[in-house]
């Protein structure tokens, strides 16, 4: 699998948030603590939101712990909202088209997590993309088309509810292909203002996910703590595992939920899979 952060905030550089931290994304790449495997070393992606209208993105097929560009872009890039992801791959190919997250105009995404007998449910699952997006689909990754999938339910316009109908489809389908458990996901997305991140499996029992406590109130908790004295007090991150070891400083996000984060507020709401047909200009509507 793989192990993401999504950070919001004050700006900061991208080496204090990979590298800086006890147990930052760059150690997790290979003593992960928490994912199915303890090396996530398949490739590398970063996204952050800076002077140009849409995110820059750096992707690289050496593992996080080796790759000497990412620590010299880390050093000297700041960003007020970052999206950063270690691949693990489930099957598909190493190589920079399938690395995270991926990006549509604005919009990032990065998924952790899989879609069960994707070989089997590809094909009905690509049918479903809208025609106009499908040329932009780059890899061949399940985490993409599940992007894609998410888009063409409207992911621009009402995420939760487009995410919960792109997982729909993904179980109706699975299970029509005689998979009992189609997907595995925890995801999250931005348009650079506002986060969603879910947390959701077939099985009930999804990979981990949280996110930090108020850093006002970790302040109080522990006074003498440098680093929290240099955190504004709208940062928010979402991590498939914690950072750190401080106490009281990560929540667990819940089963079957999403989290949306908006500046300094953040909201928790249920999430479940929606079923329904294929989205209205799909290939598969027409069939």
């Not at 996530?40 to 712990?65: L, R």
């Not at 190919?93 to 105009?105: D, S, Y």
């Not at 990979?207 to 850093?215: G, I, M, Y």
């Not at 940062?235 to 401080?246: D, K």
Request: glycine share 10%; aromatic share 8%; with cysteine.
């Amino acid at each position: 699998m793989c192990r993401w952060l999504a950070y919001s905030g004050s700006p900061v550089l991208l080496s204090d948030l990979l590298f800086a931290p006890e147990n930052s994304l760059v150690v997790q790449s290979l003593h992960s603590r928490l994912g199915v495997e303890a090396v996530n070393g398949d490739g590398f992606g970063v996204g952050w939101y800076g002077a140009q209208e849409e995110p820059g993105i750096y992707h690289s097929t050496e593992p996080a712990w080796s790759d000497r560009n990412l620590r010299e872009l880390a050093g000297h890039a700041s960003a007020g909202r970052v999206f950063a992801h270690i691949r693990a791959t489930t099957g598909t190919p190493v190589q920079q088209t399938n690395c995270h997250p991926f990006r549509h105009g604005r919009w990032l995404w990065m998924h952790n997590g899989a879609i069960a007998g994707f070989s089997s449910v590809k094909r009905d699952l690509t049918l479903a993309v809208e025609p106009a997006l499908f040329p932009l689909i780059e890899g061949s990754t399940d985490s993409e088309l599940f992007f894609f999938l998410a888009l063409t339910y409207g992911l621009e316009q009402d995420p939760p509810a487009a995410v919960a109908r792109a997982v729909g489809l993904i179980e109706e389908t699975g299970r029509k292909h005689g998979v009992p458990l189609p997907i595995q996901m925890t995801v999250a997305t931005t348009n650079g203002e506002t986060t969603w991140a879910f947390r959701y499996s077939s099985e009930g029992r999804s990979r981990s996910l949280f996110h930090n406590a108020d850093v006002r109130t970790l302040r109080l908790q522990h006074p003498d703590n440098v680093t929290l004295q240099h955190v504004s007090d709208d940062a928010r991150i979402v991590v498939s595992e914690p950072l750190g070891s401080l106490e009281g400083a990560w929540r667990e996000v819940p089963e079957s939920s999403c989290l949306v984060i908006e500046g300094g507020r953040e909201q928790l709401h249920p999430f479940a899979p929606v079923p329904g047909a294929a989205p209205a200009g799909s290939a598969a509507a027409a069939l």
